[in-house]
């Protein structure tokens, strides 16, 4: 089963900042957060991880609690390109590191 | 940046025939890809580890006599789903690791089985 829980789906207004939020309450200390997204009928895509620190890149912000039990994938200035599937992933540590595909969220950023 | 390529994006078979499904990392070498299978409108199910040189590590509920699996090099590993039927039309997706940040994933290969 995924580690990780995620709201089914959010709407966002194009150029407003689209924030993301995922749960995985029972993280081991060495595992990482990833973020992958799905636009329809394509592989997914990685978009950023994080450990315990903040992380930003050129796609994306990964805001990171403290308690690490929940993280928020923040994409600043959503288009409607950005529209897609969104995983929160943790790295199930199993000597192949494996990755389970929760729900996902389902944005959709809209005119 | 690490490129997976996967051939055909998009297959139609008639029931009872096998299909072939490549998944090639095109510019590393990957000594372990993973096979995913997704329904309409549902999430990336994890059917089996490809390892290079030695036996796939199917998930539980996946049947290894079904969907075969080969990795016979660093770079290249097929799927193969023997006498397909309507059921086993779906998106089946492969990913491999670089050494780098997280996993390559291919773009996907449509089935649907007639």
């Known amino acids: 089963d995924a580690k990780t829980t995620q709201p089914t789906s959010m709407d966002c207004a194009e150029g407003r900042a689209a924030n993301l939020p995922c749960n995985h309450s029972t993280i081991s200390g060495n595992e990482y957060v990833y973020w992958y997204r799905q636009i329809h009928s394509q592989g997914p895509q990685y978009i950023i991880h994080g450990l315990k620190n903040n992380e930003t890149n050129e796609m994306a912000s990964l805001i990171i609690t403290e308690d690490r039990k929940s993280s928020t994938l923040i994409l600043p200035h959503a288009t409607l390109r950005d529209t897609a599937v969104y995983y929160c992933i943790v790295r199930v540590e199993s000597g192949t590191y494996k990755y389970i595909f929760g729900t996902g969220t389902r944005l959709k950023v809209l005119a | 940046g690490a490129v997976v390529s996967q051939h055909p994006s998009w297959v139609i078979c008639k029931s009872g025939t096998s299909v072939k499904i490549e998944c090639r990392s095109l510019?590393?070498?990957?000594?372990?890809m993973f096979w995913y299978r997704q329904f309409p409108k549902q999430s990336l199910m994890l059917m089996a580890t490809?390892?290079?040189?030695?036996?796939?590590?199917?998930e539980q509920g996946v049947e290894k006599d079904k969907f075969l699996i080969n990795h016979a090099s660093l770079t290249l590993s097929t799927l193969t789903v023997t006498s397909a039927h309507p059921e086993d039309s779906s998106f089946y997706i492969c990913?491999?690791?670089?050494?780098?940040?997280?996993?390559?994933f291919g773009s996907g290969t449509r089935l649907t089985v007639v």
């Open positions: 490809s390892n290079e040189g030695s036996k796939a590590t199917y």
């Open positions: 990913s491999a690791s670089s050494g780098s940040v997280g996993y390559t």
């Open positions: 510019d590393f070498q990957a000594t372990t």
